[in-house]
């Protein structure tokens, strides 16, 4: 077949949850003697400030054509005017499928609905509830979501909660396919030593973009209350969101037990995963958190925020809080602190959360759902 993907940043890419599914997706698709063209939204990666130097002129990914989308480097307008032209060029190129990823770039599928084409949309979580947008852009947003409900031939979301909301907002059944997640190789602490005195099973993990919906203050909140002498290293750069960083810089500053490392990636990241003690995200809205079910690959423990999306990947392999209570929150910690088991079931969650969750298995029900 011959498939377009738009909507997110761009690849290869950590930037985002989505860039990494589009990435995963295309590139495992190809594989199967499919062609595919992602379309690039042309700009900076604002997390890693080294890697547009290399991808400027980069036409193709592991056989995956790459098509770049100009628009203006500004805040809202850039993702609006991307999706519009991107919208343009796919509605008159000959692709089998037509496949939109995340809700504001939907508010321009209406185009290549036009000339019939086949369109199928991945809800990647309900993003107008992000606390980082607006009013123009949240009402986009949810006009995307609208767009998508009404147009699209097939909906794909990653969570049972959207799936009811799609159902029960606007009556449109739709398919549920999680992300997958792949085996990692387990790193010795080699970077992460030097760089920040860190090592193995002596510090907590966070890692995610460091945005209000991620619930990062919780758990600042909640460690600084705890006698400990493990650290807590906060991996991650910000995402439209620079005064809430500035707010989170405030609250660290007077820890020496706390590490901000910024973006990472590599071998890098890789390393931080191997090592923690145990990784915590706090959320209050998720997707489908890719980090979570990377975090569980490794075999890590993990202390997670009791919001659908996040107990819905765990079951019974990690401990939940409740949603935004630190006095919560600092008492599992101090719990799983305290606890012995941590480092004894490591295989256990690392198989469950490769079974579960499979990039084969994702992309081969995408590609049916493309044929049906």
Not at 58 to 74: A, Q, R, S
Not at 136 to 142: E, N, S
């Amino acid at each position: 077949m011959k498939i377009a993907m738009l909507g997110h940043k761009r690849i290869p890419s950590r930037e985002g949850g989505v860039e990494i599914v589009v990435e995963e997706l295309a590139t495992r698709m190809v594989e199967k003697k499919n062609m595919v063209v992602v379309y690039n939204r042309k700009g900076k990666n604002v997390q890693d400030k080294n890697a547009d130097k290399d991808k400027k002129k980069l036409k193709e990914y592991k056989g995956v054509k790459i098509k770049t989308i100009p628009t203006i480097n500004k805040k809202g307008i850039d993702a609006l005017l991307y999706s519009f032209f991107a919208s343009i060029v796919v509605a008159f190129k000959k692709y089998d499928v037509i496949h939109y990823h995340a809700e504001g770039p939907c508010a321009m599928l209406w185009i290549p609905k036009i000339f019939r084409k086949k369109i199928v949309v991945t809800i990647h979580g309900l993003d107008w509830q992000r606390s980082k947008w607006g009013g123009f852009a949240t009402k986009y947003i949810k006009f995307g979501e609208k767009m998508a409900a009404k147009y699209a031939d097939k909906i794909i979301v990653l969570s049972k909660g959207v799936q009811e909301y799609f159902k029960d907002t606007y009556n449109r059944d739709t398919v549920f396919i999680p992300n997958g997640v792949n085996k990692p190789e387990i790193r010795k602490s080699n970077i992460i030593k030097e760089k920040y005195g860190i090592d193995k099973n002596n510090y907590i993990l966070f890692l995610a973009r460091i945005v209000p919906e991620k619930g990062l203050h919780y758990l600042i909140e909640a460690f600084k209350q705890l006698k400990t002498d493990k650290k807590l290293v906060i991996a991650g750069g910000a995402s439209h969101t620079n005064e809430y960083l500035e707010k989170i810089k405030e609250m660290v500053k007077d820890d020496k037990r706390i590490i901000m490392t910024g973006f990472v990636q590599g071998q890098e990241l890789e390393e931080l995963y191997s090592n923690c003690y145990l990784y915590c995200l706090p959320s209050d809205i998720e997707g489908m958190p890719l980090s979570l079910l990377e975090a569980m690959s490794y075999g890590n423990k993990c202390l997670v925020s009791n919001i659908e999306e996040n107990t819905q990947v765990v079951e019974d392999k990690a401990i939940t809080f409740e949603k935004g209570n630190v006095q919560d929150l600092k008492e599992k910690l101090e719990n799983m602190l305290s606890s012995n088991d941590l480092l004894e079931k490591r295989e256990e969650i690392s198989d469950y959360i490769l079974q579960k969750y499979n990039w084969v298995d994702v992309v081969n029900k995408t590609l049916d759902l493309y044929k049906r």
